[in-house]
């Protein structure tokens, strides 16, 4: 970004007043040969896909010139790996340093869900465009602040739901239901049926593995004692930090539910029932889920189970001359979908198995129709900064926070809930066929697992009623309190007008 040196100028102008600059990177980025120079912020797992996808438009003029992270290993281990590619890169291990480095472009963020919105928020005001994962928020709130914040700065921000760039895939598949073709909509179905074992029971506070700075992984969340054993990954099943399965591989198909649906706004009326089954670990958030999300045109049924099919069959395997125990189980699945969504039309249906295509059957079951393919999500993400356009991305932010959002309302039912034996819960949903007959499934899935649920209970959340336009419930005060979160100074989400 050398070639106009204004930016040069207002940095030095911005230091001097002490003020925390915004840099006007829009008009620069215009030229399709400028040099985008990118930070990556947090790189255990996900992050290093970021790292992949940048590294892969180097052509385009995409520079990985620095890395955050607030774990020293992963920090030096991305360091060298980059070195030994040719690339020199700055090691931040906070990213509001990073931030101030007015030579960076573009920030993507895999961090934990809990540093989502602020990372972006600040990132975009200090003027840089973002890729952040999804969910983009753990909070509803934080989401459109997040969403109000790329408006008001015209920044481009793309959320992480990658199967958004199969246009010609599940973006047909789209086009073709809503054109009428099946017939009505009558059910969204999206399906999370992915393994998820326990995470252990520590039974005390484990200590904070060497090179980490909590503070920094803790953020906006309450620095409390670590509760599990790894510290990577497993906060997806503490509430403090994560948003379950739903909010985990579930936000991806929730994403694709609603694209299907074309609604804009979050549900006005969402319950939940669930529970935590199978295992007594340090995780808090459901393995078994249903969220009933009750649109006017058609409900939008959300079905998440972590716990196999049946349980596994221990199996002795040789490999390489060594013997080793290994444990074979599958998945059940909906309609053709494990992990996936299902439309149910007045015609037939579509089924989305995978991240890239979709099918249509008739009323038969025959298949009448299949779509595939999909581009890269990270060069979409270029094309739309090059363009400056947010109606340019596959994934925009406001799409994102909608769908993350829909996750957090049918959470916080989950999580106002009251234990009950699942006659009392069937007698309570009775009235809506689709959702009994939902309900049934589970139980039978939970059966299959010697889940006995008149002993380990499942709990069923209250439905709650949500003003679409505000996005704050009506008459809970409870459930409104979920919506935001008690921030950690100085990690707090400004509040931003649309
Ligand atoms: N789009 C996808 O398909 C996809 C796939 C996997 C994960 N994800 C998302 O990516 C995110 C990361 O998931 P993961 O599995 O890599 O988690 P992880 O816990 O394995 O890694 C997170 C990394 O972020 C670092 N980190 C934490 N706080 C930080 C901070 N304040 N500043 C800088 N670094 C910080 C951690 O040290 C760690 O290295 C999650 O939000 C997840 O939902 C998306």
């Not at 099918?359 to 038969?364: F, I, L, P, R, V």
């Amino acid at each position: 970004m050398k070639y106009f040196d204004r930016r040069g100028f207002l940095k030095t102008a911005g230091a001097a007043a002490g003020v925390f600059y915004i840099a006007p990177t829009s008009w620069a980025q215009k030229s399709p040969g400028d040099t985008l120079n990118t930070l990556v912020v947090g790189f255990h797992g996900r992050g290093q896909s970021h790292i992949g996808g940048m590294l892969a438009l180097k052509d385009r003029g995409v520079r990985i010139t620095a890395l955050c992270d607030v774990d020293q290993k992963v920090l030096s281990g991305g360091v060298d790996q980059l070195d030994k590619k040719g690339f020199k890169v700055t090691a931040y291990t906070d990213m509001r340093k990073a931030f101030e480095n007015k030579d960076i472009d573009l920030v993507t963020i895999a961090t934990p869900n809990h540093w989502h919105s602020l990372a972006a928020i600040w990132a975009i005001q200090a003027g840089k465009d973002v890729y952040v994962e999804k969910p983009v928020s753990h909070n509803v709130w934080e989401g459109r602040q997040l969403v109000n914040a790329a408006r008001k700065h015209k920044k481009i921000v793309q959320t992480g739901t990658q199967s958004r760039s199969s246009r010609a895939g599940i973006g047909e598949a789209v086009k073709f239901v809503q054109s009428g073709q099946l017939g009505k909509i009558l059910i969204v179905r999206g399906t999370c049926y992915k393994r998820r074992d326990t995470i252990g029971k520590t039974g005390a506070p484990q200590p904070i593995p060497a090179g980490i700075d909590f503070d920094l992984w803790c953020g906006p969340a309450p620095k409390d004692e670590l509760l599990r054993a790894k510290l990577h990954y497993d906060w997806h099943w503490q509430w403090n930090y994560g948003n379950g399965d739903l909010g985990n591989q579930g936000i991806h198909q929730m994403d694709l539910a609603r694209w299907f649906t074309g609604e804009m706004e979050l549900s006005p009326r969402v319950w939940s029932v669930g529970g935590r089954l199978g295992y007594v670990d340090d995780g808090q958030t459901p393995n078994t889920q249903i969220v009933y999300h009750d649109y006017q045109k058609a409900p939008l049924i959300f079905e998440v189970r972590g716990l196999p099919a049946k349980p596994g069959i221990v199996e002795e395997v040789v490999k390489d001359g060594k013997k080793s125990k290994q444990k074979k189980e599958s998945m059940d699945n909906f309609m053709g979908a494990q992990i996936g969504v299902i439309v149910h039309c007045e015609g037939g249906h579509v089924t989305v198995p995978s991240y890239s295509g979709a099918t249509a059957y008739d009323k038969s079951g025959k298949e009448i129709k299949k779509w595939t393919g999909s581009v890269d999500h990270f060069a979409n993400f270029l094309d739309a900064v090059r363009s400056r356009k947010h109606e340019d991305l596959h994934a925009d932010i406001l799409d994102g926070h909608l769908s993350s959002a829909l996750c957090h309302t049918g959470n916080i039912s989950y999580r106002l809930g009251m234990q009950k034996n699942p006659d009392a819960i069937k007698e309570q949903i009775k009235g809506d066929r689709d959702a009994a007959a939902t309900f049934d499934r589970m139980v039978e899935h939970l059966k299959a697992n010697h889940v006995d649920v008149t002993k380990n209970k499942l709990t069923i959340g209250p439905v709650l009623t949500m003003n679409p336009k505000t996005e704050k419930f009506i008459g809970n005060a409870a459930a409104d309190k979920l919506l935001t979160r008690d921030y950690r100074k100085p990690f707090v989400v400004p509040a931003i007008s649309a």
